[in-house]
């Protein structure tokens, strides 16, 4: 573990590392030995506000607006090859700031370069401009960036999420105030330094990780045009709130509560342990989880007895050591949010078929067994909330008719999967389900040119995708004369 990665001292404000305004500083706790490995100075409200006058001033004065998008791109692309550079230092940040397992954390780092060669590629050939003549009206239609964007992650992807807002908001031409989450601040500063290397222009990027006050004050400073959010539904209402009370444009990405829906012809060999396996990555903390299961009843005690032996099987332990599958929780609090849910399952009348106890062999860190609980009813509290954590519940339905309602019975709409042993079925089922992202026999891989967002209380807005430049856009119009119109092309890039 190096020191050079786990403790800092300074913010990146205006293409310099600055020192912070006041002398508080916060310990980054491992999640796994419950010991202090990190430490960053705490952001004050005249941190932030350095930072938006930095990304105000870079947008309104600098040149990164006013390059072309092919120079945009150059960026852009040196900038993904200097996060290939530095993957093993996210990796190892990761494992510690976040407790992910070692063996899964290049793999959750896997979509941050190209989501910056993916956008630089985009805009070479994106239509910023547009002529439009209708008889004797005209008009030229303009593509602008937004402005600045306060971009807000949360802990249990956090540069990776970050990479989701930033790639789209460079690309535009838009600059940037990220702020990390308190508890895993340090891989952020790793983006920061990769994209000064890359001859981001000072002030474009910032990163100033803080807790919820300072958070607050980034998104009702008005000098910020755009918030885009990653989070819980509770915390994205109250964004959507102080937006609305300054029409200021935002995008959520919110919770999850995503349905599987497995099919009565589906193989069931392959379907259960993926579905399993997928919904303990990260612990279970992943807001696109698939952890309602949903499979026909007179197959339910197969499919319990399947969860149970793979659940069981699953290795829990450091996640520093390459044979870990499932490592900790990333706090105390996390924890015991958790575990009160696996209590509640049960005074609601579901069992815990697997799991549902601390690791004996674990004393220290925030750890929960690989938990699957059976006679789950969708009505429960346990079918209904987000517990974030690494307990699915198997559901029975009669028909497939119950079991397209029972996905769709949820304030959430974020992700879900069908499986079965006919594509065509499954499409036909994937259609009639009301959430964002799906897949058919298998699970959801984001990917940058496919938009990834949800219905419903799982946020506003689309990342990734062609849809992730446009929320980083807005488009004016400015009437003029047709002679003007006819022979011009948009602006060469």
Known sequence: MSDRLMYRNEFYIGGEWVKPA?????????????EIVGEVPVATAEDMARAVAAARAAFDEGPWPRMTPGERADVLERAAEKLRERLPDLVEVAVDEMGIAVGHAAMHHFMVAPVFEYYAQLIRTFAFERWVVAGESAALVISEPVGVVAAIVPWNAPVNLAAWKVGPALAAGCAVVLKPPPEAPLSNFILAE??????????????????????????????????AFTGSTEAGKRIMSLCGEQVKRVSLELGGKSAAVVLDDADLTEAVPTLVGGAMYNSGQVC????RILVPRWKYAEVLAL??????????????????????????RQRARVEGYIELA???????VSGGRRPRHLPRGWYVEPTVLGNVDNTM??????????????????????AVRIANDSRYGLSGSVWTGDPARGLAVARRVRTGVLTINQHHAPMPMVPFGGFKESGLGRELGPEGLAGCLESRTIGIPPT??????????
């Open 194 to 227: 990769a994209l000064h290397d890359a001859g981001v222009p000072a002030g474009v990027i910032n990163v100033v990780p803080g807790g919820r006050e300072v958070g607050e004050y980034l998104v009702t400073h008005p000098g910020t045009d755009k918030v």
């Open 307 to 332: 969860a149970e032996a793979v659940a069981s099987g699953l290795p829990v332990g450091d996640p520093h050591d390459p044979a870990t599958a499932v490592g900790p929780l990333v706090a105390e």
């Open 484 to 493: 003007l119109a006819r022979g011009n092309s948009p602006r060469s890039v």
């Open 346 to 352: 049960g005074k609601e009348g579901a069992q815990v």
């Open 288 to 291: 696109a989880a698939q952890t």
């Open 22 to 34: 006041g002398a508080e500083r916060l310990g980054v706790v491992s999640p796994s030995t419950e």
């Open 381 to 402: 509290r346990v079918a209904q909330e987000e517990i974030f954590g690494p307990v699915v519940c198997a559901i029975p339905y009669d028909s497939e008719e119950e």
